[in-house]
């Protein structure tokens, strides 16, 4: 996967952490990831349909999942209820869609999923293309963004 594809999902992350906690987080080096590959305990899946298509893997702790919300909504959160998995989700969702914005000034046709959640650890992800890994350190913990996208043939052919 070439970087034009991962590049915006790291400026995409620095903004979106950057607006929730006022604190910069570091990604770690690219690693690529084969499918299948096992999820943290919680996983949000943002899907990307258009000229290029795939999902996007927002994997994390169910305790970073807690600081994220709580920074969030200004109060700590000791419970890994609906509201806490919402406010992930609308993270994912913000990442995802600024990456996409970013994606579409290079002139890709794209559009998002609404998100999903796959909670458990060890649950087994096919994608259809392989992932690259984005690691990412805040000081809510840490994240693992998946980014597995590819040209989509239908599109291409038409």
Not at 74 to 94: K, Q, R, Y
């Amino acid at each position: 996967m070439n970087a034009e594809l991962i590049d915006p999902f790291i400026s995409a992350i620095y903004k979106v952490i950057h607006s929730i906690s006022s604190m910069a987080p570091t990604c770690g080096e690219l690693v690529p990831r084969n499918s299948p590959f096992t999820t943290q305990q919680i996983t949000i899946i943002a899907g990307v349909t258009g000229e290029i298509e795939g999902v996007i893997l927002y994997g994390m702790s169910g305790s970073t999942v807690m600081k994220i919300a709580g920074t969030m909504i200004g109060s700590e959160v000791d419970e890994l209820d609906e509201m806490a998995i919402s406010a992930v989700s609308e993270i994912a969702n913000m990442v995802t869609g600024n990456a996409i914005t970013i994606l579409s000034q290079k002139g890709y046709n794209l559009d998002i999923t609404p998100p999903s959640t796959v909670m458990g650890v060890d649950v087994q992800i096919s994608t259809r293309a392989p992932a690259m890994t984005i690691p990412v350190k805040t000081n809510m913990g840490d994240i693992e963004i998946n980014v597995s996208l590819a040209q989509n043939i239908m599109r291409k052919a038409a």
